[in-house]
């Protein structure tokens, strides 16, 4: 088959890898919800990008809701959302000042840490241990 495109093809593999990455984001929140209105829900959820439900354990929201300010449980929405970035093989980055001042708040990252250009990049490894501290309320992000 002459029209066939090739697998070497590069235009053919970067629309494959798109692809696979949208089935990969298929689980990422569609509608983040602020914290304060999670915690008025009986059941906090959302719906995915992909048309399921997401369940936020409660509990992980109670402690956020203690620990947090109420104007920032007003301004922080969940989940948080961390990106990564294939130029950057060793970091995510936050793009909303509202979770990097929760993360900040409950001594997760330095109060010192600052965005430039509307980001701020974090090591996977402590992202991925927060994330184990704070599960559900916080997901990665393919780009």
């Not at 593999?13 to 949208?22: A, D, N, S, T, V």
């Not at 203690?66 to 970035?85: C, H, M, N, S």
């Not at 000042?97 to 990049?121: D, K, N």
């Amino acid at each position: 088959m002459p029209d066939r495109p090739s697998a070497s093809d590069e235009s053919t593999l970067l629309r494959w890898m798109r692809l696979e990455i949208g089935r990969i984001n298929d689980g990422i929140v569609s509608e983040r919800k602020r914290l304060s209105r999670l915690l008025a829900e009986e059941h906090p959820s959302s719906v995915t990008k992909g048309g399921s439900r997401y369940d936020f354990d409660r509990d992980v929201l109670l402690h956020l809701e203690r620990a947090l300010p109420g104007e920032l449980q007003r301004r922080l929405r969940l989940p948080i959302l961390f990106y990564f970035d294939s130029t950057v093989p060793d970091s995510f980055f936050l793009a909303d000042e509202a979770a990097v001042q929760a993360l900040q708040h409950l001594g997760e990252i330095s109060t010192l840490r600052r965005m430039q250009g509307g980001r701020l990049w974090i090591a996977k490894p402590l992202v991925y241990a927060v994330m184990n501290r704070y599960p559900t309320v916080m997901q990665v992000v393919m780009g």
